[in-house]
């Protein structure tokens, strides 16, 4: 059975009202669980693209990201769970780990099912919360991976039409 229902969590996917590109975040990391999440992204295949500013490069250790001094360039490490899925890890801090996802790649059942499975992935590796909350509304969590349940749950009410 699924962690989330389309039907239930409807309006948590819909980029009018959550914003084309939710908040995602992992509290409390540290440049050790950036490595779980680089080593979990080359181990599932993931399609990956490091970018140091506009420049691609190879995906270094995270002790080689983490921590970014205030002038350096911005890095981003572009994910592709599933061919039509696209994520965006911004490794800015070492103490919390944020990323975007689109909305509009994850409608219906299938975009609900593939966003719990990316997120189990990415809390049981690192056996913690990863939390999603409307764009811009960081620390106000929608849904999450809970590990003492071992799945993605609510953790706010769906938004009201």
Not at 6 to 13: A, D, G, K, L
Not at 27 to 56: C, H, I, K
Not at 80 to 105: C, K, Q, Y
């Given at each position: 059975?699924?962690?989330?229902?389309?039907?239930?969590?409807?309006?948590?996917?819909?980029?009018?009202?959550?914003?084309?590109?939710?908040?995602?975040?992992?509290?409390?990391?540290?440049?050790?669980?950036?490595?779980?999440?680089?080593?979990?992204?080359?181990?599932?295949?993931?399609?990956?693209?490091?970018?140091?500013?506009?420049?691609?490069?190879?995906?270094?250790?995270?002790?080689?990201?983490?921590?970014?001094?205030v002038d350096a360039e911005y890095v981003t490490l572009r994910v592709s769970p599933t061919t039509s899925v696209h994520v965006i890890f911004w490794p800015m801090s070492a103490?919390?780990?944020?990323?975007?996802?689109?909305?509009?790649?994850?409608?219906?059942?299938?975009?609900?099912?593939?966003?719990?499975?990316?997120?189990?992935?990415?809390?049981?590796?690192?056996?913690?919360?990863?939390?999603?909350?409307?764009?811009?509304?960081?620390?106000?969590?929608?849904?999450?991976?809970?590990?003492?349940?071992?799945?993605?749950?609510?953790?706010?009410?769906?938004?009201?039409?």
């Amino acid at each position: 059975m699924p962690d989330l229902l389309w039907n239930e969590v409807e309006n948590f996917f819909d980029p009018n009202l959550m914003g084309d590109l939710p908040d995602l975040w992992v509290p409390d990391a540290s440049v050790e669980d950036w490595q779980a999440v680089f080593d979990l992204v080359q181990s599932n295949g993931w399609v990956e693209s490091y970018r140091e500013g506009d420049t691609v490069r190879p995906l270094p250790p995270a002790a080689d990201v983490l921590p970014r001094p205030v002038d350096a360039e911005y890095v981003t490490l572009r994910v592709s769970p599933t061919t039509s899925v696209h994520v965006i890890f911004w490794p800015m801090s070492a103490t919390e780990i944020d990323f975007d996802v689109n909305l509009r790649e994850l409608q219906g059942q299938a975009g609900v099912d593939t966003l719990c499975d990316f997120l189990c992935a990415i809390g049981r590796r690192l056996s913690k919360p990863v939390f999603m909350g409307a764009e811009g509304q960081y620390g106000y969590p929608a849904l999450g991976f809970d590990p003492a349940a071992d799945r993605v749950v609510l953790l706010a009410d769906p938004i009201d039409r």
